[in-house]
């Protein structure tokens, strides 16, 4: 199985633990930057975020596919603002330009607050069940040859049709912790994304899509979102790794102005927040003070040790059947250029374990 690594497009330099002071500005010198560092380090997609208060994901998207050669774009959509067979031409816009580099990543939101302030007072449980028709319609638009109707609780399509059809299928990925997310999920995920819970968390969640997968013929892949802290040796990465989280307990005012911290909704930061209350280190080196001291505020634990002890923990993800590694730092572009390393070694890592059970399997 190969192991298919995304990374962050920030906007402008901005973290937990340092940068500007705004996490929604655009510096557009340093997207490209950002981006191309991605590429030379060996990333296959970046991850273009959504919240209320972020930029126009596709228009960053189009900034990142045009300053690079290869990279692809992982494009976080919340169904409900935009039409699906609008969405769904856009998305086939920006696949025609940028052939197969474009994948969709469908975040329903968890956070009442967040989705009120573009105006949707809807409840999660409605916004899945929205969601799912979404995502009806969506593939649909991809692939229909001739007009369609759809009729459904929220959508409602007459001769529905586009003459733009994506040069090849693209991929939808699907992130939502709660059962109502699981249901809808399940059924249209080509990866189900989850945050970087302990190993246990981990399996048992894939378990959990797995089954509900199943009665829809599908059977999705697995993403898991961590922020490594690697070093030269595990004491720097553990000195490194205090001085991020001293750094984000001094902004934590800062930050409550510019992101919302309070996910106490959200079943995907609890669950976060769950192990943190249980202890700071799980498994090998699953590090959650982050998490901790944000609220679980989205991706926030963390891996820290030296290259090699980093890259033997995610392998630990890739041996539970995990093929998609969302790895960001806290500081975007310097560890941008790191993880090379990082991709490097699992890479290596992976080619060598499946070289050596070819041999076993030709062997017997």
Request: net charge negative; charged share 25%.
């Amino acid at each position: 199985m190969s192991i298919e690594f995304i990374g962050i497009a920030a906007t402008a330099p901005f973290s937990e633990s340092g940068g500007g002071s705004s996490w929604n500005a655009i510096d557009p010198g340093y997207v490209k930057e950002l981006a191309r560092a991605h590429e030379t380090a060996g990333f296959d997609r970046v991850l273009v975020a959504h919240s209320s208060a972020s930029p126009d994901g596709f228009t960053v998207a189009d900034q990142v596919l045009t300053h690079t050669d290869r990279l692809g774009v992982l494009l976080a959509h919340r169904p409900g603002f935009v039409s699906p067979t609008l969405a769904a031409r856009k998305y086939a816009t920006l696949d025609a330009f940028h052939p197969g580099r474009i994948a969709l990543h469908v975040i329903t939101g968890g956070d009442d607050a967040d989705q009120a302030r573009d105006g949707d007072l809807s409840d999660k449980p409605t916004r899945y069940r929205r969601t799912d028709e979404f995502l009806d319609v969506v593939r649909k638009t991809w692939t229909a040859t001739e007009p369609f109707d759809y009729d459904g609780e929220f959508y409602q399509v007459r001769g529905g049709r586009s003459a733009l059809l994506p040069s090849r299928p693209i991929p939808v990925y699907f992130g939502g912790a709660s059962d109502d997310a699981v249901r809808a999920g399940a059924k249209h995920a080509d990866v189900y994304a989850f945050w970087g819970e302990p190993l246990a968390g981990i399996a048992e969640r894939i378990q959990q899509v797995r089954e509900a997968a199943a009665p829809h013929g599908r059977e999705p892949r697995f993403s898991v979102s961590l922020r490594p802290i690697p070093a030269a040796t595990e004491a720097e990465a553990w000195q490194r790794a205090e001085e991020i989280l001293r750094l984000t307990k001094e902004r934590a005012g800062e930050l409550r102005k510019v992101i919302n911290l309070d996910h106490s909704a959200q079943e995907g930061s609890q669950r976060l927040l769950n192990a943190a209350a249980k202890g700071d280190v799980h498994d090998k080196r699953l590090w959650t003070a982050v998490a901790k001291a944000t609220g679980a505020a989205g991706n926030s634990t963390a891996l820290v040790g030296s290259y090699e002890q980093v890259a033997e923990s995610l392998l630990d993800y890739t041996a539970l059947g995990v093929g998609t590694l969302l790895i960001r730092g806290f500081d975007p572009l310097a560890d941008a250029r790191d993880y090379g390393t990082l991709v490097s070694l699992v890479r290596e890592q992976t080619e060598r374990q499946q070289f050596v059970g070819n041999r076993v399997l030709v062997d017997a």
